[in-house]
């Protein structure tokens, strides 16, 4: 067994039902498709349990407004949480040793209390913290999920690297391990996460193959499919389509280095609950 290997589960934490041309663009408005919600927990050989996205948690439909209740309608069955599934692996908050959010749109963020003041560290990027205050992304982002632990959520500046569709991320540990990389379009700071097996140099470097070891990455919504990245389809839900679709682009230029373990978005209904382990 290798005591180096990165497991990474990938949980589905209820569902949304939503219109088919927001996961799709060119689909039809008429009929609804239900999705998973991921959340990932990464088991790191040097950085412990990190816990990627919240999920919707099991008073979801309470916490959000009713246009958001309405659009999403989002479902959980018993057990279904991040936080029972973690439970049920013998898991506590307090074993969290950072819980990482890509954005703040509430499906990410909905079970977030579950998890503050508990796991030892809470990070969302500061340039998707800023504009969800500022912006017609509140429309659709539930403060009351993420507001009342602002004081202990540490919020990172993206600056520029190699990586990523507009040069711009942070290296979460400082080691090349974690990278949050910036993918705008969905919201201005969203984040998709990558995460190296070391050897790596990615985050100096341009990824060809040459300078890193294995890789996945955490997709967040930059596409909510394979099939966005497969066709250069946008998600209907964003805000910035060429920002959209650039950020797509990097996800399809990325899948095609032989070093990559797989892409993984939020809401793929084809990818199943699984560990993946490099």
């Not at 180096?4 to 039902?17: D, P």
């Not at 805000?239 to 679709?245: E, P, S, V, Y």
């Amino acid at each position: 067994m290798d005591k180096n290997a990165i497991k990474i589960h990938i949980l589905h934490c209820g569902t949304i039902t939503i219109p088919a041309n927001m996961a799709y663009i060119k689909d039809s408005a008429l009929h609804r498709v239900t999705l998973p919600v991921s959340v990932y927990l990464i088991e790191h050989p040097v950085h412990g349990k990190i816990l990627v996205e919240t999920g919707l948690s099991a008073d979801c439909n309470e916490v959000m407004p009713k246009y958001l209740r309405d659009f999403y309608r989002p479902h959980v069955e018993k057990g279904q949480t991040a936080v029972s599934q973690l439970a049920a692996m013998g898991i506590r908050p307090e074993d969290i040793d950072l819980v990482l959010i890509t954005h703040n749109d509430v499906d990410h963020t909905c079970a977030l209390k579950d998890f503050a003041g508990r796991a030892k560290r809470i990070v969302m990027a500061e340039h998707e913290y800023f504009w969800s205050c500022r912006t017609v992304y509140r429309v659709r982002q539930v403060w009351e999920t993420f507001m009342p632990y602002k004081d202990i959520i540490e919020r990172p500046f993206y600056f520029g690297t190699a990586q990523g569709p507009i040069g711009r991320g942070f290296d979460l540990f400082g080691d090349d391990s974690v990278l949050c990389i910036a993918c705008p379009g969905h919201t201005d700071g969203q984040m998709a996460v990558m995460v190296n097996k070391a050897p790596s140099g990615r985050f100096a470097n341009a990824a060809d193959g040459i300078y890193g070891n294995e890789f996945a990455i955490l997709a967040s919504d930059v596409a909510f499919s394979q099939r966005n990245i497969d066709d250069l389809v946008i998600p209907g839900y964003g805000f910035a389509r060429k920002r959209q679709r650039k950020s797509i682009e990097w996800l399809k230029a990325m899948q095609q280095d032989p070093k990559c373990v797989g892409i993984f978005c939020s809401h793929d209904a084809n990818v199943k609950p699984q560990i993946i382990e490099y």
